[in-house]
């Protein structure tokens, strides 16, 4: 199924779209639950702002990414980051 240049709001519930690709999406403001993104590649995207809660992270690699105001669990990721590089 090929969807393009839709301009309204999709409700997609209880469906199987493995093996989908997405490309010059709009997605702000959009909500995911109880999503399987196992194996997903995310590249060139801007998650600004963007929360994660309850979010099984396992595994996930975060490759020339800019971390500016990251944080997580409360704790500044590149404070962290400097504070693990400064006791190697």
Request: with cysteine.
């Amino acid at each position: 199924m090929e969807i393009k240049n839709v301009k309204e709001p999709l409700v997609v519930d209880d469906a199987n779209l493995a093996g989908s690709s997405f490309k010059n999406v709009n997605l702000a403001d959009a909500l995911f639950h109880d999503v399987n993104l196992i194996a997903a590649i995310f590249d060139d995207i801007n998650l600004s702002s963007a929360t994660f809660s309850n979010v099984k992270l396992a595994g996930v690699k975060i490759e020339h990414c800019d971390l500016t105001g990251m944080t997580v669990n409360g704790v500044l990721l590149t404070e962290a980051l400097k504070a693990y590089a400064s006791r190697s």
